[in-house]
């Protein structure tokens, strides 16, 4: 007897994948994918793994579709181009058991460092894209890929965006379909990629797209045509489907659940019913640039913008000429984006800050050191960039141009590609400084755990990976682990390192804030009295910390936990640390 449970996108992945029989996920977090494999977890029959990065995750999806079972890994869009080496690679070998990517992107950058679209790197690719449009598609989307996989012999991408990945819908819970693991042969010339067995696969893999593309029409589960109004027609796909039919529920529709390869018979059956017709995609015009070539008029990106997420309002404006106006709410305060209470991250740019250091980044919470009051942080490309970006400035201008610089990077990013970086600079005799800002978790994600916390996605303890130890193992003499609320020593290993002739790293270690478990004796209290208002406390930029009228300070106790950064400050002990 079936259920029906209102469920997030994400949600409705991870049962899709359960019922569809998958085996193994692999993951690396990025929001917003994360809660994919936060819910895979919750089904025992699957074994879920965080791997240290992306590029991991899809090879030990591969492996398992290469051992005959259904597999499964997700990432956000930007850990598709580090995963891009193994899955351009799969693309020609084909699989055994069903190979799944989900891949969610991030139209409005609420969380990335791009608008990468995932449909274009899946084109240049050769992969199929699905790409649903609610919650309920989400779970039978991740079916239907397992079916094509197997079916085409490919792996198959299920292209989410934030709105779907966080919104809710109802969906329809179904048993899990038990798999019968398919048998392996050794098969050299389909798995062993050398140049002449790669050519006959391309060929496979040019034939395999004409097929799917041929086949799956209008008779496939995940395209459906709805004819009404022919004076107006939408192609759309995904989230920008319910947009379509919230403005013109009366308009004939083609919602096309692949997205590549697009099927040509059907969008051109299509196209010659209605007078005028509409491409709404967002992001890249992907659809749209191929219908063109195939000499149907349309309108798309001359008209709708390719930056950001769309909207029903939008529609009503660019077609209906209806625009919407909004009247903005009075008194809502400011929310600047800020570390939080008790960061330890908070501590680390303080210091550089106070000694003139600027940071090379990267990808993390501790990005938010770069903005206002820290402004410490001058550069952040991507996962492991601040290392080897440190290491191009030293080689391009020399020692003396990087004596005032540190890369900072987390604990977590460090274990995803900074190991490779750090190892380039020693390898390369680097002699700049390293903060590695450990605060025992992937913060920015939600606190998923990595290989250097001792502990699996599935909840088993393991040997940590000691990171002052891996970074000694690469040669590196000057190695300090530093408690990153002692401003003193935190202050003088800098000072020191930043000063020496050798590369160095700095391990500053505290736990974020906000882990599970975390417990805070502490508070401060501020004795008025003493209070100077010299606003030294309030330079780190503590949102627990406020100004008051008269120019003292005022602490607010549910915000302050206690972490003494601003009693540390005070020269006149007008904030005292008390038990709660």
């Known amino acids: 007897m079936s259920q029906s449970k209102l469920m997030l996108g994400n949600e409705a992945f991870a049962r899709g994948a359960y019922e569809a029989g998958v085996k193994v996920s692999a993951a690396y ?44 890994c997700s990432m956000k869009m930007v850990g598709v181009n580090v995963a891009g080496d193994p899955l351009y690679a799969a693309a020609y070998s084909g699989v055994n058991g069903g190979l799944v990517l989900i891949a969610a992107d991030d139209p409005g950058v609420y969380s990335s460092q791009n608008e990468q679209d995932t449909r274009m790197v899946a084109r240049s690719a050769h992969v199929p894209v699905l790409e649903p449009s609610d919650s309920q598609e989400a779970k039978d989307f ?54 002449a067995m790669a050519i006959s696969r391309h060929k496979f893999v040019e034939q395999r797209e004409l097929k799917m593309s041929q086949e799956c029409g209008i008779d496939a589960p995940f ?10 027609g939408f192609i759309t796909s995904g989230i920008p489907y319910q947009y379509v ?95 939080c209470p008790g960061c330890p991250h908070r501590s680390v740019f303080y210091t550089l800050k106070k000694l003139k250091i600027h940071a090379s980044g990267d990808i993390g919470c501790y990005t938010l050191g770069a903005v206002a009051p820290l402004n410490v942080i001058d550069t952040t490309f991507c996962m492991g960039a601040s290392i080897s970006v440190l290491h191009g400035m030293e080689k391009a201008r020399g020692k003396d141009f990087i004596k005032n610089w540190v890369a900072v990077i987390g604990d977590s990013t460090f274990m995803h590609t900074g190991i ?3 190892e380039n600079m020693a390898y390369n005799q ?45 040669g590196i003499k000057n190695v300090a682990v530093v408690n990153a609320f002692d401003l003193p020593l935190l202050e003088k290993t800098i000072k020191e390192y930043t000063a020496s002739q050798q590369l160095g790293v700095i ?26 208002k010299c606003g030294a406390c309030l330079q780190p930029g503590c949102p627990a910390i406020t100004k008051q009228s008269d120019g003292t ?20 002990d007008a904030l005292k640390k008390v038990e709660k």
């Open 507 to 532: 391990i500053a270690q505290y736990p974020c804030a906000l882990l599970k478990g975390q417990k805070f004796p502490y508070t401060v209290q501020v004795q008025s009295e003493k209070c100077k």
């Open 420 to 422: 490779n970086s750090l």
């Open 142 to 195: 991740v079916k239907y890929a397992y079916d094509l996989s197997e079916k085409y012999d490919t792996p198959v991408i299920v292209r989410t965006t934030t709105r779907l990945s966080h919104s809710q819908g109802i969906v329809t819970l179904e048993d899990r379909k038990e798999i019968e693991d398919k048998p392996y042969e050794r098969n050299a010339s389909k798995f062993v990629l050398m140049p």
């Open 223 to 232: 395209n459906k045509v709805e004819m009404g109004d022919t004076k107006i």
């Open 245 to 339: 039919k919230e403005v013109f529920p009366n308009a004939s529709i083609l919602k096309l659940g692949m997205v590549n390869p697009l099927p040509k018979q059907l969008i051109q059956d299509f196209a010659s019913k209605v007078e005028t017709l509409y491409i709404v995609e967002e992001l890249e015009p992907l659809m749209e640039e191929q219908i063109r070539s195939w000499g149907i008029k349309c309108i798309g990106k001359d008209l709708f913008t390719i930056q950001g997420e769309y909207s029903a309002n939008m529609l009503r404006e660019k077609i209906l000429g209806q625009k919407v106006e909004f009247k903005p709410a009075d008194n809502v305060p400011k929310r600047p984006p800020i570390l």
């Open 29 to 72: 977090p990025g929001t917003p994918s994360t809660e994919i494999s936060e819910n895979i977890v919750k089904y025992p029959e699957i074994y879920a793994e965080w791997s240290p990065n992306e590029k991991v995750a899809m090879e030990v999806a591969i492996g398992a579709s290469v051992s005959g079972v259904r597999s499964l």
């Open 553 to 572: 300070v005022n602490v607010n106790p549910t915000m302050c936990n206690g972490c003494g950064l601003c009693v540390q400050l005070c020269k006149f």
């Open 430 to 474: 680097s002699t700049g400084t390293v903060i590695i800002l450990d605060n025992s978790t992937t913060g920015m994600t939600g606190h998923q755990d990595h290989a250097a916390t001792g502990k699996t996605l599935m909840g088993q303890e393991v040997p940590a990976i000691k990171i002052d130890e891996l970074c000694k193992s690469m």
